[in-house]
């Protein structure tokens, strides 16, 4: 007569010692324990005809890599944590997210990427600015800075620069649109100074 023995919760974790009576089974507790990893949304538990021990797992999808100081971690569309990555190679086709309260607004994010598409091949990642705003980061380690409010509407308006004007094979560090009323461009070094020569030239002010 083989002898059954109950499940224990160790550490906050059901374990059984098996071979274990149906009876002895707390099936709401075995579920509860699936539930807890990241990546599982639902999970139903039932014993099969046979003494079978049946899981159906319905798994989340990731839709955004979320950078924290200890790594990346994968985040599906509600924000919910599923789980670390080992670098940004493994899932090269999900968006970036970093920042204070980047996870808790993933689904502006995602309305911004959206907007973004035409400008798909230059974005590396959106950083969130002090829980209030977002920046776009692009390959090049430029920046589109967008107002807190309205800020689909202020990257539209990047998009048609960068379509019509090659805005973003320009010698450019950020694009700034927190204050809509005054879009401002940002050159590097050397392109401001280039800017300047030119000015000057036009003026008749350069040596």
Not at 157 to 168: E, G
Request: aromatic share 2%.
């Amino acid at each position: 007569r083989r002898r059954h023995t109950r499940c224990a919760d160790v550490t906050g974790v059901q374990t059984c010692a098996l071979p274990i009576s149906s009876f002895d089974l707390d099936l709401d507790v075995l579920r509860a324990a699936v539930l807890k990893v990241g990546a599982v949304a639902d999970a139903t538990v039932r014993v099969k005809s046979g003494g079978i021990l049946e899981i159906h797992v319905t798994p989340r999808n990731p839709v955004a890599l979320w950078r924290q100081d200890e790594g990346l971690h994968l985040i599906d569309r509600d924000g919910t944590d599923m789980g670390a990555v080992a670098t940004r190679a493994d899932r090269p086709d999900l968006l970036l997210v970093a920042g204070d309260g980047a996870k808790e607004a993933l689904g502006e994010a995602m309305a911004i990427m959206a907007a973004a598409r035409p400008i798909a091949p230059h974005l590396r990642g959106l950083v969130r600015m002090g829980d209030r705003r977002w920046d776009l980061v692009l390959e090049r380690g430029q920046r589109i800075m967008l107002p807190q409010d309205n800020a689909i509407a202020a990257l539209q308006r990047v998009v048609v620069m960068a379509q019509t004007q090659d805005l973003l094979e320009r010698e450019i560090v950020a694009v700034d649109m927190r204050n809509p009323d005054r879009p401002t461009i940002r050159l590097s070094g050397g392109a401001a100074a280039e800017m300047r020569q030119i000015n000057a030239a036009v003026s008749g002010t350069g040596n």
